[in-house]
């Protein structure tokens, strides 16, 4: 933790002169009033070269006032968040407040209560495959959902869904098993399921039975992957973290859009942070909506991009302030900035501007072309990007490849970390910043007061520890001083902490060296050595001239102060050997003499100490090395700030894309043959299947010479559809649908749209007349009845009455009456057996009748069966092409995504040559070379430096180069001569002309 140094109002109105100057290489250390007075001149010579008109007025007001205001948030989130325990730095602040206003967040926040940043790392990639995998399996699931009672859920896989599907399905007329069937779903859902007829039932139990199917496909993919569990899985059955798993899309589809930062998520990661976000919520006047980006290139882009960068250092009622003066001069600013914006078309414009900013040079390098080119490099690639990456929506069928989806999210990531990679412009502008360090005691507020010329003694440290603690800033010139509590005290290194961010944070370091120089004071130096920041040693003599005669003496005989101090330098360098850095230049002077003579009233003798103090000499010495050093640095750190994202981007999508490539050739050549083969399953399936059927055929017709005589009595319907039942035609759909489900499960697909339910007719649908009662007893019942119709028939026909009378007066009447009776007997036999032979051809039609209608009728079912078996087959056949199609479409798309991100890796490459170009150029100008010599730079990762110049001046740039670029920018520099083996030498990094070792 350290105390964040303020910055005044001065150098806040600096700062925005600044960035509107900012396309004439101007620098705020030229202090406000200068380059007030050159913009007052850009407008008129703008007006005089009638380049740039009258701008309606306020044009670039409103940018600012937007500017102010996000930085206001911003500062009011640090305060809120500071009130917590947690410290934010700027940049952790301005992602907060970017993050509070996105759309969607509120309903979102309390869903990510009590997730790590690492479960939300995680969690984000997991849910991203999760939400691409899991549609298809619970598609059967939310079909079952439709019209079932809520009240079945809890207790669901209590029922035997086959046994009761079958049970329903076998004994729809009544029965112990029908009605324990109807038992089992009354008891999970009475209101329900009471008056529902058998069917119906039936119906619901087949949405069960594909709910469980489905969960059952859903526990065995989310098996594979358990860190889903944390947030899909159920926390009871059925019942969804819903809230959380629409929080996480949200991020995921936040981050994909490139709303804000990947890593800005994390935020909601964290307790405190969640906290102050549901604050800020309520107390921060947040816009609904962000403000419209300004376009590319122009000064109210510069101004909201580079103000919230510096006012992180200013408070809120420094930045109403600036609002206020602002708005008094926007006139002024509107006309500079339309001239700033016309000045790449305006070349005349540009040439009849150079005298103003010639005027504005000094020493510290107030004028730096270079920030300008860096800042055209960065918008340029982010106006490519956005060009660009556009979010490419893919079909529901891309997650039947699980390679593919990871083709997509590889891609995905890339495109994330580009646009991360050029999302802001570093804060590099403003004040030089110098840091006064050193062990406590050292002097270092006594040097303050040399410096700034202040001659109160409040403040100074009168041999005692932690005199100051606290990091205070004061200005000198165009120049920021920051003074550092002591390094080296007792008891606490808090202190030193505080020092050693000052130090991290400024251009350029001056180290306070006292009488000795311990193994704490030892490691902080060696720290900064290594690190390579300008650094400026001062051995700060301690001779008593706290009255006016040790003055006096000390200004005659100032050497006999600074005897010891050649030993301290030889420490200093001894030091520097140790770690193997460049001794700093070392400077002995007597602070307190300096301050001492500033309160004198002896203006001779002030003049003498002064002198006799080395303080005029460590100034030009410090102004020198700020010139030399610390102004290069602040380019090196400027390109550095820009160009590492971009060269981690580069190095990580050179090691990515060949992988990416090598996966989509692979899917490509792989779709066609996985296809033909799923389909030569699914048709070797339905062939099975089909066979299956032709034989379940033959067994039927088989079996229906026995069930024809049971029929057309009175349980007729029941006998049939036992019979129909016992044949399972259902049977062979399902078997047809899992080994299709299984075939297509193996090649990890999934089939999102089954074939559609078809209303199966009734079981009674076989219509025949009543079978003939063909029993003994029926047969003779008929043969009595018509024997004695038949005999009564002939007696009365054949008069065997009055025969019979008139036998009687004859002889022998008996045997004449024995006679007729024979012949009405054989009548009546003749008459039974045409009864029987009747009854016996009703019997043979009724069989012929019965057995051609049920065949006909066992055929239609079949032939209804084996239609339906060949449109599954079909529909799925279909189905699948599509899908195949559309995934072909997919690989079409992520190969067009991929060819992209191939171009902008090229475009970056060219953005990093640029910026290394520009640097390269600005330091040789500084060495005192001519930039021109250089044509073209590349650097490698963090090791070389290949610089192309014509062979006549590769000498020349290489003196100029050789103590200037090696031990601040890279390891290594190679000046090549030959331009044309640039790409050869970037491929393979061999040997070159005129090697400089770091």
């Given at each position: 933790?350290?105390?964040?140094?303020?910055?005044?109002?001065?150098?806040?109105?600096?700062?925005?002169?600044?960035?509107?100057?900012?396309?004439?290489?101007?620098?705020?250390?030229?202090?406000?009033?200068?380059?007030?007075?050159?913009?007052?001149?850009?407008?008129?010579?703008a007006q005089a070269c009638g380049c740039a008109g009258v701008p309606p007025s306020g044009t670039t007001l409103d940018r600012i006032s937007d500017a102010v205001a996000a930085c206001v948030e911003e500062h009011e989130l640090v305060r809120l968040a500071t009130a917590r325990g947690r410290t934010l730095t700027p940049g952790e602040a301005r992602a907060l407040r970017e993050l509070m206003h996105l759309e969607g967040l509120r309903p979102h926040l309390q869903a990510f209560d009590g997730v790590t940043a690492q479960a939300l790392r995680a969690d984000l990639a997991a849910v991203a495959l999760a939400e691409r995998l899991l549609p298809g399996v619970l598609e059967q699931c939310r079909r079952a959902d439709q019209g079932w009672p809520k009240e079945i859920w809890r207790t669901i896989f209590e029922i035997d869904v086959d046994g009761a599907v079958t049970d329903l399905r076998r004994h729809r007329r009544g029965g112990r098993q029908a009605a324990g069937a109807r038992e089992l779903v009354l008891r999970h859902s009475v209101s329900a399921a009471r008056d529902l007829p058998n069917r119906d039932l039936v119906t619901r139990l087949e949405k069960v039975q594909d709910f469980v199917t489905a969960q059952e496909s859903y526990e065995a993919v989310v098996s594979v992957h358990p860190e889903w569990w944390r947030w899909l899985g159920p926390a009871a059955r059925f019942r969804f973290r819903s809230d959380r798993r629409d929080a996480l899309i949200w991020a995921i589809g936040v981050r994909d859009t490139g709303a804000v930062p990947g890593s800005t998520l994390e935020?909601?990661?964290?307790?405190?942070?969640?906290?102050?976000?549901?604050?800020?919520?309520?107390?921060?006047?947040?816009?609904?909506?962000?403000?419209?980006?300004?376009?590319?290139?122009?000064?109210?882009?510069?101004?909201?991009?580079?103000?919230?960068?510096?006012?992180?250092?200013?408070?809120?009622?420094?930045?109403?302030?600036?609002?206020?003066?602002?708005?008094?001069?926007?006139?002024?600013?509107?006309?500079?900035?339309?001239?700033?914006?016309?000045?790449?078309?305006?070349?005349?414009?540009?040439?009849?501007?150079?005298?103003?900013?010639?005027?504005?040079?000094?020493?510290?390098?107030?004028?730096?072309?270079?920030?300008?080119?860096?800042?055209?490099?960065?918008?340029?690639?982010?106006?490519?990007?956005?060009?660009?990456?556009?979010?490419?929506?893919?079909?529901?069928?891309?997650?039947?490849?699980?390679?593919?989806?990871?083709?997509?999210?590889?891609?995905?990531?890339?495109?994330?970390?580009?646009?991360?990679?050029?999302?802001?412009?570093?804060?590099?502008?403003?004040?030089?910043?110098?840091?006064?360090?050193?062990?406590?005691?050292?002097?270092?507020?006594?040097?303050?007061?040399?410096?700034?010329?202040?001659?109160?003694?409040?403040?100074?440290?009168?041999?005692?520890?932690?005199?100051?603690?606290?990091?205070?800033?004061?200005?000198?010139?165009?120049?920021?001083?920051?003074?550092?509590?002591?390094?080296?005290?007792?008891?606490?290194?808090?202190?030193?902490?505080?020092?050693?961010?000052?130090?991290?944070?400024?251009?350029?370091?001056?180290?306070?060296?006292?009488?000795?120089?311990?193994?704490?004071?030892?490691?902080?130096?060696?720290?900064?050595?290594?690190?390579?920041?300008?650094?400026?040693?001062?051995?700060?003599?301690?001779?008593?001239?706290?009255?006016?005669?040790?003055?006096?003496?000390?200004?005659?005989?100032?050497?006999?102060?600074?005897?010891?101090?050649?030993?301290?330098?030889?420490?200093?360098?001894?030091?520097?050997?140790?770690?193997?850095?460049?001794?700093?230049?070392?400077?002995?002077?007597?602070?307190?003499?300096?301050?001492?003579?500033?309160?004198?009233?002896?203006?001779?003798?002030?003049?003498?100490?002064?002198?006799?103090?080395?303080?005029?000499?460590?100034?030009?010495?410090?102004?020198?090395?700020?010139?030399?050093?610390?102004?290069?640095?602040?380019?090196?750190?400027?390109?550095?700030?820009?160009?590492?994202?971009?060269?981690?981007?580069?190095?990580?999508?050179?090691?990515?894309?060949?992988?990416?490539?090598?996966?989509?050739?692979?899917?490509?050549?792989?779709?066609?043959?996985?296809?033909?083969?799923?389909?030569?399953?699914?048709?070797?399936?339905?062939?099975?299947?089909?066979?299956?059927?032709?034989?379940?055929?033959?067994?039927?017709?088989?079996?229906?010479?026995?069930?024809?005589?049971?029929?057309?009595?009175?349980?007729?319907?029941?006998?049939?559809?036992?019979?129909?039942?016992?044949?399972?035609?259902?049977?062979?759909?399902?078997?047809?649908?899992?080994?299709?489900?299984?075939?297509?499960?193996?090649?990890?697909?999934?089939?999102?749209?089954?074939?559609?339910?078809?209303?199966?007719?009734?079981?009674?649908?076989?219509?025949?007349?009543?079978?003939?009662?063909?029993?003994?007893?029926?047969?003779?019942?008929?043969?009595?009845?018509?024997?004695?119709?038949?005999?009564?028939?002939?007696?009365?026909?054949?008069?065997?009455?009055?025969?019979?009378?008139?036998?009687?007066?004859?002889?022998?009447?008996?045997?004449?009456?024995?006679?007729?009776?024979?012949?009405?007997?054989?009548?009546?036999?003749?008459?039974?057996?045409?009864?029987?032979?009747?009854?016996?051809?009703?019997?043979?039609?009724?069989?012929?009748?019965?057995?051609?209608?049920?065949?006909?009728?066992?055929?239609?079912?079949?032939?209804?069966?084996?239609?339906?078996?060949?449109?599954?087959?079909?529909?799925?056949?279909?189905?699948?092409?599509?899908?195949?199609?559309?995934?072909?479409?997919?690989?079409?798309?992520?190969?067009?995504?991929?060819?992209?991100?191939?171009?902008?890796?090229?475009?970056?490459?060219?953005?990093?040559?640029?910026?290394?170009?520009?640097?390269?150029?600005?330091?040789?100008?500084?060495?005192?070379?001519?930039?021109?010599?250089?044509?073209?730079?590349?650097?490698?990762?963090?090791?070389?430096?290949?610089?192309?110049?014509?062979?006549?001046?590769?000498?020349?740039?290489?003196?100029?180069?050789?103590?200037?670029?090696?031990?601040?920018?890279?390891?290594?520099?190679?000046?090549?001569?030959?331009?044309?083996?640039?790409?050869?030498?970037?491929?393979?990094?061999?040997?070159?002309?005129?090697?400089?070792?770091?």
């Amino acid at each position: 933790m350290h105390t964040r140094v303020r910055t005044p109002p001065e150098s806040l109105r600096a700062e925005v002169l600044a960035l509107l100057l900012e396309p004439l290489g101007v620098d705020a250390m030229a202090g406000p009033a200068s380059l007030e007075k050159l913009a007052q001149g850009v407008a008129a010579v703008a007006q005089a070269c009638g380049c740039a008109g009258v701008p309606p007025s306020g044009t670039t007001l409103d940018r600012i006032s937007d500017a102010v205001a996000a930085c206001v948030e911003e500062h009011e989130l640090v305060r809120l968040a500071t009130a917590r325990g947690r410290t934010l730095t700027p940049g952790e602040a301005r992602a907060l407040r970017e993050l509070m206003h996105l759309e969607g967040l509120r309903p979102h926040l309390q869903a990510f209560d009590g997730v790590t940043a690492q479960a939300l790392r995680a969690d984000l990639a997991a849910v991203a495959l999760a939400e691409r995998l899991l549609p298809g399996v619970l598609e059967q699931c939310r079909r079952a959902d439709q019209g079932w009672p809520k009240e079945i859920w809890r207790t669901i896989f209590e029922i035997d869904v086959d046994g009761a599907v079958t049970d329903l399905r076998r004994h729809r007329r009544g029965g112990r098993q029908a009605a324990g069937a109807r038992e089992l779903v009354l008891r999970h859902s009475v209101s329900a399921a009471r008056d529902l007829p058998n069917r119906d039932l039936v119906t619901r139990l087949e949405k069960v039975q594909d709910f469980v199917t489905a969960q059952e496909s859903y526990e065995a993919v989310v098996s594979v992957h358990p860190e889903w569990w944390r947030w899909l899985g159920p926390a009871a059955r059925f019942r969804f973290r819903s809230d959380r798993r629409d929080a996480l899309i949200w991020a995921i589809g936040v981050r994909d859009t490139g709303a804000v930062p990947g890593s800005t998520l994390e935020m909601l990661a964290e307790g405190s942070l969640r906290a102050v976000i549901e604050q800020g919520l309520v107390t921060v006047p947040v816009r609904t909506t962000a403000s419209p980006a300004a376009p590319a290139l122009s000064s109210a882009a510069r101004l909201v991009a580079g103000l919230p960068a510096v006012a992180s250092r200013t408070d809120i009622g420094a930045l109403r302030a600036l609002k206020s003066w602002y708005a008094k001069n926007v006139e002024l600013f509107d006309r500079v900035a339309s001239a700033m914006d016309t000045l790449r078309t305006e070349p005349h414009l540009r040439a009849a501007l150079e005298p103003l900013v010639d005027e504005l040079s000094h020493s510290l390098g107030a004028v730096d072309a270079s920030r300008s080119a860096y800042r055209d490099v960065q918008s340029t690639l982010w106006a490519e990007v956005e060009a660009r990456l556009r979010r490419t929506p893919y079909s529901a069928h891309a997650v039947e490849s699980e390679p593919l989806v990871g083709v997509i999210s590889r891609i995905g990531a890339l495109e994330r970390e580009l646009r991360d990679a050029v999302r802001d412009m570093p804060a590099v502008r403003g004040s030089l910043v110098v840091a006064v360090a050193g062990r406590t005691k050292s002097g270092k507020t006594t040097l303050r007061k040399a410096l700034t010329r202040d001659a109160d003694r409040a403040g100074i440290g009168r041999g005692a520890h932690r005199t100051t603690r606290e990091t205070s800033a004061f200005e000198l010139g165009s120049v920021t001083y920051l003074d550092t509590p002591g390094v080296a005290a007792k008891d606490d290194d808090l202190d030193a902490r505080r020092a050693r961010a000052a130090c991290d944070s400024a251009d350029a370091v001056v180290w306070n060296y006292a009488d000795t120089l311990r193994d704490e004071e030892s490691a902080e130096l060696q720290r900064l050595l290594l690190s390579g920041k300008p650094l400026l040693a001062v051995v700060n003599v301690k001779d008593r001239v706290d009255t006016p005669d040790r003055l006096q003496l000390f200004a005659r005989r100032p050497e006999r102060a600074f005897t010891s101090a050649s030993g301290h330098a030889v420490r200093i360098e001894q030091v520097s050997r140790a770690v193997g850095a460049a001794p700093p230049v070392v400077l002995a002077v007597h602070s307190g003499a300096a301050h001492e003579a500033l309160s004198t009233e002896d203006s001779e003798l002030r003049d003498r100490a002064f002198r006799a103090s080395r303080l005029p000499e460590l100034e030009r010495s410090l102004a020198q090395l700020l010139a030399e050093r610390a102004v290069p640095l602040r380019a090196v750190r400027l390109a550095e700030g820009v160009r590492a994202p971009l060269a981690a981007f580069h190095d990580r999508v050179s090691g990515e894309l060949p992988r990416i490539g090598l996966a989509l050739d692979e899917l490509e050549r792989s779709a066609a043959g996985q296809q033909a083969a799923l389909l030569d399953a699914i048709r070797m399936a339905g062939r099975n299947t089909r066979d299956r059927l032709t034989a379940g055929r033959h067994h039927a017709e088989e079996e229906l010479s026995g069930v024809v005589p049971s029929l057309g009595g009175v349980d007729h319907s029941r006998r049939w559809s036992d019979f129909v039942a016992g044949l399972e035609l259902e049977g062979f759909t399902a078997v047809l649908v899992t080994e299709i489900e299984r075939e297509i499960r193996k090649r990890e697909r999934v089939l999102r749209a089954g074939e559609s339910a078809e209303e199966r007719q009734d079981d009674e649908g076989l219509h025949i007349r009543q079978r003939p009662d063909a029993t003994v007893w029926r047969w003779i019942a008929v043969a009595a009845e018509g024997a004695g119709t038949t005999l009564l028939d002939s007696l009365a026909a054949r008069g065997i009455a009055k025969k019979l009378s008139t036998a009687a007066t004859k002889a022998n009447p008996a045997v004449v009456a024995v006679g007729h009776a024979l012949d009405a007997v054989v009548g009546a036999a003749k008459a039974v057996s045409r009864e029987f032979d009747r009854a016996e051809q009703a019997k043979h039609e009724w069989t012929g009748e019965t057995a051609a209608a049920a065949a006909a009728e066992l055929d239609e079912r079949f032939d209804r069966e084996e239609a339906r078996l060949t449109r599954i087959v079909e529909d799925t056949t279909a189905h699948v092409a599509a899908q195949f199609q559309e995934q072909s479409a997919d690989i079409g798309r992520t190969r067009e995504r991929f060819e992209q991100l191939r171009r902008l890796r090229s475009a970056v490459r060219s953005a990093l040559d640029a910026i290394d170009l520009v640097l390269v150029r600005r330091l040789l100008a500084l060495a005192g070379g001519d930039p021109g010599a250089i044509r073209s730079a590349r650097r490698t990762p963090g090791v070389e430096l290949r610089v192309w110049t014509d062979a006549s001046r590769s000498v020349e740039v290489r003196a100029c180069l050789r103590d200037r670029l090696v031990d601040v920018l890279t390891e290594r520099i190679e000046i090549r001569s030959d331009s044309g083996s640039r790409v050869a030498v970037a491929g393979t990094g061999g040997a070159s002309e005129g090697k400089t070792g770091g």
